[in-house]
């Protein structure tokens, strides 16, 4: 897994890039590190060929600020390269209501390109 942080690129919020093999369960992973930190991820793209995916999450902090503090940036690395993320197989689709304003939905399937067809 590869993870690019990017507090240039725009001038509002972190773009947070995660590129990896396709393996079920990792946007989900991907989205609970955010969520753990308590950031919100203000848009999203997500694309993948069936056996790569890339997630590009814009995030900020609940002020709404981008990321300024340099240990959350680096626990975010950490935590997403970390190869040994624990994935839940018991799971092909999650969906998660924590609140009126937030949502985590993941889905999989066989077919590739099913990402744009959502």
């Not at 902090?61 to 503090?69: C, E, Q, T, V």
Request: glycine share 6%; aromatic share 6%.
């Amino acid at each position: 897994m590869r993870v690019v942080i990017n507090n240039v690129a725009c001038s509002t919020t972190t773009i947070i890039k995660v590129d990896s093999a396709q393996k079920q369960g990792l946007h989900l992973e991907a989205v609970w590190v955010l969520s753990d930190l308590n950031l919100w991820i203000r848009k999203a793209y997500i694309s993948s060929d069936g056996q790569w995916f890339m997630d590009a999450f814009h995030v900020t902090d609940h002020l709404p600020r981008k990321l300024a503090d340099d240990r959350v940036i680096a626990y975010l690395e950490q935590s997403l390269n970390d190869s040994d993320l624990e994935l839940r197989s018991d799971s092909f689709a999650g969906l998660e209501l924590t609140g009126t304003d937030h949502l985590v939905l993941e889905l999989t399937g066989l077919r590739s390109g099913i990402d744009s067809d959502i």
